[in-house]
């Protein structure tokens, strides 16, 4: 995606958030006591939750985040190793996380979905424990950024058996199709950023639905589903998911008992649609991964005013950093 000017009101709004962290902390520097940690030969970096910094860093609560929020953070995480160079580890059990099942011996819950270079962090190893700042899951929409963080990071990750086996299945479903997909986010989306309403879905849907053999919906709302099949019919494919039907967030909902599917389900989500020829996504985290799985992805982002200026802000800070004009 082409580097966008922002317009005189988003750049007072970039010079005031510059002034405001001048001093502080800056993601993309690591500073010279952190190196010395880093570089102690035993060292390994562990990328979790719970630290200060996080909502999760309070000792009275569980870790509430979605799949792809602590995705991110993963992939930002063992990016960060890479440039620090020295081994890392996710750890997804130190807390009481939404996708942790308890039906199974380990509570890494990271642990079902992939495998890790280090299995586990013995006497012999440091753990260093990441930093909130060197990896908070930011959403950058640059082309640029996403094709980074594939190379670096995503084409190496080593899926486990039973997610290998689900991941080739998605693939055989959708190859030598025509497959236009669409994400729609509901339940609990309004409470973190102003949402799109369901009929602009419809009427981009509309534009574009002629040119597709099929449309695959990722959808947390089993209502939008049902509309979507009632307008187009047998033209449209899904995964079989849990789905809400009365806005409560499905990964927040005590009552599913098997935690890990709910993994499963999303991460498959996401993975078929980055296997679409084209995609309609919002702002969430499972339809900015997808484009971590596929940097070449032709996507059109539903967005509004207020997350759109948000957005423009966190590239332009990026762009700045990768130019070397100013570290974040």
């Known amino acids: 995606m082409p580097f966008q000017v922002v317009n005189f009101i988003e750049l007072t709004i970039v010079r005031e958030l510059f002034q405001s962290t001048m001093g502080k902390e800056k993601r993309s520097k690591i500073d010279s006591l952190r190196r010395l940690e880093l570089q102690d030969d035993r060292a390994v970096y562990v990328i979790t939750c719970g630290i ?6 309070r000792e009275d609560i569980e870790c509430g985040r979605g799949f ?61 424990i990441n930093r909130f700042i060197e ?22 990750l080593e899926f486990t058996k039973n997610l290998k086996l689900r991941v080739e299945e998605a693939i055989d479903r959708l190859k030598g199709k025509t497959v236009l997909g669409v994400h729609i986010r509901l339940t609990d989306h309004a409470d973190e950023i102003s949402p799109v309403k369901f009929e602009k879905y419809l009427s ?4 574009h639905i ?18 979507l099949q009632n307008k187009y019919g047998q033209k449209v494919i ?12 499905v990964h927040l909902n005590d009552a599913i008992e098997h935690r890990a599917t709910l993994g499963f389900e999303v991460f498959i989500d996401c993975y078929c649609l980055s296997l679409c020829k084209k995609v309609i996504l919002n702002h969430s ?19 509004r005013v207020k ?15 990768h130019w070397g004009i100013r570290k974040w």
């Not at 981009?204 to 534009?207: E, S, T, V, Y």
């Not at 002629?210 to 509309?227: G, I, M, N």
Request: net charge positive; proline share 5%.
């Open 135 to 156: 990896l908070y899951p930011l959403k950058i929409w640059s082309r640029q950024h996403f094709r980074e963080v594939n190379k670096e990071v995503i084409r190496h």
């Open 238 to 249: 899904y995964n079989d998911a849990t789905r809400s039907e009365d806005n409560q967030p």
């Open 204 to 207: 981009m849907i509309d534009k």
């Open 52 to 57: 200060k910094g996080c909502v999760c860093g």
């Open 307 to 321: 997350p759109k200026i948000k957005r423009l802000k966190t590239l332009l800070l990026y762009y700045l950093n």
């Open 210 to 227: 002629y040119h597709y053999d099929l449309l695959f919906v990722a959808t947390d709302d089993q209502h939008a589903l049902k509309e």
């Open 68 to 128: 792809f929020s602590l995705f991110i953070q993963a992939a930002y995480g063992i990016q960060f190793s890479h440039r620090a160079s020295v081994p890392y580890h996710v750890d997804y059990g130190n807390l009481n996380y939404r996708y942790s099942d308890s039906k199974r011996a380990d509570s890494n819950f990271w642990n079902y979905y992939f495998n890790q270079p280090i299995k586990s962090i013995d006497n012999d190893l440091k753990p260093v």
């Open 285 to 303: 985290n499972v339809s900015y991964s997808a484009l971590l799985f596929n940097p070449e992805l032709p996507y059109i982002l539903m967005e």
